[in-house]
């Protein structure tokens, strides 16, 4: 219980907060969250993530269902892509993606990381982004 107290905490200062603030919310119920990995298998830290969100560095595509971040939250600079639609997404074409998602679409020299709310959804969406080609990390985080 406590555990889902503080995720609606991390989610809802993730809407009406600043990004260090949500994060914070997600570190504190692990210590370090590591519900968040790239397309090199590669798990990242709240610290990592926090520094990577702030460089501009990644495209940190939040897999969960709509109705999930609506009841949870959304990590600032984050676009939602459900994990069933994940494939097709990133196989569209520009144009399409930004009239879905409402953001330019990651081309394969991105950096993209996962996130979900326990981190298994993120490891398949990354399976799915490695099989389109999607495999870049960014140095120096």
């Given at each position: 219980?406590?555990?889902?107290?503080?995720?609606r905490?991390?989610?809802?200062?993730a809407?009406?907060?600043?990004?260090?603030?949500?994060?914070?919310?997600?570190?504190?119920?692990?210590?370090?969250?590591?519900?968040?990995?790239?397309?090199?298998?590669?798990?990242?830290?709240?610290?990592?993530?926090?520094?990577?969100?702030?460089?501009?560095?990644?495209?940190?595509?939040?897999?969960?269902?709509?109705?999930e971040?609506?009841?949870?939250?959304?990590?600032?600079?984050?676009?939602n892509?459900?994990?069933?639609?994940?494939?097709?997404?990133l196989?569209?074409?520009p144009?399409?993606?930004?009239?879905?998602?409402?953001?330019?679409?990651?081309?394969?020299?991105?950096?993209?990381?996962?996130?979900?709310?326990?981190?298994?959804?993120?490891?398949?969406?990354?399976?799915?982004?490695?099989?389109?080609?999607?495999?870049?990390?960014?140095?120096?985080t």
């Open positions: 219980m406590l555990l889902l107290r503080l995720l905490w991390s989610a809802r200062q809407v009406l907060g600043s990004v260090e603030t949500a994060l914070w919310g997600l570190k504190s119920i692990k210590g370090s969250c590591h519900d968040f990995c790239t397309a090199v298998y590669k798990d990242v830290t709240y610290m990592e993530l926090k520094n990577l969100l702030k460089s501009k560095k990644i495209v940190l595509i939040d897999v969960r269902e709509p109705w971040i609506l009841e949870y939250g959304k990590i600032p600079g984050s676009v892509i459900p994990l069933d639609k994940v494939g097709e997404a196989q569209m074409n144009k399409d993606f930004k009239e879905k998602y409402n953001e330019v679409k990651p081309s394969i020299s991105d950096s993209l990381v996962f996130s979900c709310l326990a981190g298994v959804r993120s490891k398949k969406a990354v399976d799915t982004a490695i099989s389109l080609g999607f495999n870049r990390w960014p140095t120096n």
